[in-house]
Each structure stands twice: as structure tokens, then as C-alpha cells.
Nanobody, 123 residues
């Protein structure tokens, strides 16, 4: 069993930055590829970014490429999402998730999910 706890969300003005963290406990963190997803009000949850077990491979949604950076620190059992140049359309609840496979956008492959952290970007 893996427990995931997100933090770092909040209210920020357009153009600002936030760094989300997702702390994992339980089984060996480095066994899992990690992903970030988000869900805006009235919309389905969507893929944001993913990172492989060692951090050597990353993948991003087109909407965040060049603005968001995913990284991980396996010694700290933590995955991060650095979000720069935030836009009002980035407003959502952000979730981290863990997968034993390189799942990237395939939400059904992720086996563990956090409770989410709210990010609100004002215009």
C-alpha cells in the first residue's frame, strides 16, 4: 500500500508560480512511475505530467509544456510539479498518482491516488 499526500496548492495571480509536492509513504517509492493529473469544475480529470521511476523520462500535456516541470527525489519519496506562468485555465484540483507501469496518460493504470490539492489562478 502506498499513501500519497499532495501539498503546495493555493491562490495565485496569473503569471505567478507554485510548486506542488506529493509525499509518498509505504512501499519503495522508486518502484513507481508518478503522474500529476488535474480536474477543473465541471470537467473530467486530465493528464498533466508524468515521470519515470528514476526520473530519466518525463511526459507533459501540450497545455502545460514549457510552463510546468515534473521532478522527483527518490531519497525523499517525493514528486514535485513546478508550475510557472500560471493561467486562469490551470485552476483545478491537482492529484498525484503512482503506477508500477509507465502509464503516462492512462489513468486506469495508476493504482494509488492522493486526495488532491486546490490550485486557483486569478486573472
Amino acid at each position: 500500500q502506498v499513501q500519497l499526500v499532495e501539498s503546495g496548492g493555493g491562490l495565485v495571480q496569473a503569471g505567478g508560480s507554485l510548486r506542488l509536492s506529493c509525499a509518498a509513504s509505504g512501499r519503495t517509492f522508486s518502484r513507481y512511475a508518478m503522474g500529476w493529473f488535474r480536474q477543473a469544475p465541471g470537467k473530467e480529470r486530465e493528464f498533466v505530467a508524468a515521470i519515470s521511476w528514476s526520473g530519466g523520462s518525463t511526459s507533459y500535456a501540450d497545455s502545460v509544456k514549457g510552463r510546468f516541470t515534473i521532478s522527483r527525489d527518490n531519497a525523499k519519496n517525493t514528486v514535485y510539479l513546478q508550475m510557472n506562468n500560471l493561467k486562469p485555465e490551470d485552476t483545478a484540483v491537482y492529484y498525484c498518482a503512482a503506477s508500477e507501469a509507465w502509464a503516462i496518460i492512462l489513468q486506469g493504470i495508476y493504482v494509488y491516488w492522493g486526495q488532491g490539492t486546490q490550485v486557483t489562478v486569478s486573472s
